[in-house]
């Protein structure tokens, strides 16, 4: 019997389900888990998870990939429970691996990827929406973010693989659709075009979402497709991060405060209906009482209805581990404060 367990993001969520299908004949007992490297926390949590599964299944095979087994792989190397560390370059051949059976570790490095894994899927076990990955790596550097080093370069799935995934799913039953990515508004070929080419070929969607989306990177096609379409879900999850412009430029994002509250109102002049969520990080080096205030007001400039928030945790080899560093203590108060600015819509 396989299990896969999933940590982290939508796109790790699509992966898990791409192991499943290619494992679906392996016959010992095997768990993989798939891990997320976005947070110390996270990485915590992964580890706990194997120590108990291991626990609780002393028999079974432990097979680490994901996030944190691409840019961590020593600490799980470690483990008595592992045996077998796999990169998210190597996740997408997870078969050959485990036809090797004497292999410990295999992390090659994610740089060289040059596409992404063309596996169809034929379901989403458990789910009501189906996430479909349109998109992978990100060629941007924030300064605070792991995950250029965990996921590689910016590479994106031709629009008909995603238009012959999303008619795949459609066709199981699956009529809500979400289209992610690491850097979703960077896909390659155009988020507008390939949102436009699924809504028109495929018959049976009941509805259209997307991942969380850049704000510097949502453009004037894209807003007038979700003006015109009502297939496409009218909630909107933005990448934002803060709301001070100080820190948003030692974050390296590229968009301003005034960015967030423009492209809101721009959609909202399309879609009256139009929610949005989105991503904070709270205590992020050098950020001062007046600036985490400036994102606190943005909240409520922007109409954002659902807080998405994290105390900001150092990534080892980011520029911004080696910025001055905000209390941990006060971190956590400050998001705390945040999330109830929006308590009855958290997660």
Not at 192 to 206: D, M, P, Y
């Amino acid at each position: 019997m396989v299990q896969v367990i999933t940590f982290g993001c939508r796109l790790n969520a699509f992966e898990s389900e791409v192991i499943k299908e290619k494992l679906r004949h392996f016959s010992d007992d095997l768990i993989v888990i798939n891990t997320c490297a976005v947070t110390g926390e996270a990485e915590r949590q992964c580890r706990q998870t194997v120590r108990k599964l291991k626990k609780e299944n002393p028999n079974a095979k432990i097979v680490v990939t994901g996030c944190s087994a691409e840019v961590h792989a020593d600490s799980f190397l470690r483990m008595k429970e592992v045996d077998l560390v796999l990169g998210n370059k190597e996740k997408a051949d997870i078969e050959k691996y485990m036809a090797l059976g004497d292999v410990k570790a295999v992390v090659e490095g994610i740089s060289s990827a040059e596409n992404i894994d063309s596996y169809m899927i034929t379901g989403f076990e458990g789910r009501q929406k189906a996430f479909v990955q349109i998109q992978q790596g990100c060629n941007h550097r924030c300064t605070y973010c792991i995950v250029p080093y965990a996921r590689g370069k910016n590479r994106s799935a031709p629009i008909e693989n995603v238009v012959r995934q999303v008619k795949v799913l459609v066709e199981q039953g699956l009529d809500k659709i979400c289209l992610t990515g690491v850097d979703l508004c960077s896909y390659e070929y155009g988020l507008a075009n390939v949102v436009r080419a699924v809504l028109s070929e495929v018959q049976g969607i009941k509805e259209l979402s997307f991942g969380s989306m850049d704000p510097a990177a949502v453009d004037d096609d894209l807003i007038d497709l979700i003006g015109q379409n009502a297939k496409i879900l009218p909630y909107f999850h933005l990448s934002v991060q803060s709301g001070d412009n100080l820190i948003l430029k030692r974050m390296g994002r590229r968009h301003t405060r005034e960015d967030v509250i423009g492209l809101c109102n721009k959609i909202r002049a399309v879609r009256k209906d139009a929610t949005f969520g989105a991503d904070f990080i709270c205590g992020f080096p050098t950020e001062s009482k007046d600036a985490f205030l400036n994102t606190c007001k943005l909240v409520e400039e922007a109409g954002i209805n659902k807080l998405h928030v994290f105390p900001y945790s150092e990534r080892k080899g980011t520029p911004a581990a080696q910025m001055p560093q905000i209390d941990m203590h006060e971190r956590r108060e400050r998001a705390k404060i945040l999330r109830d600015l929006r308590k009855d819509t958290n997660d």
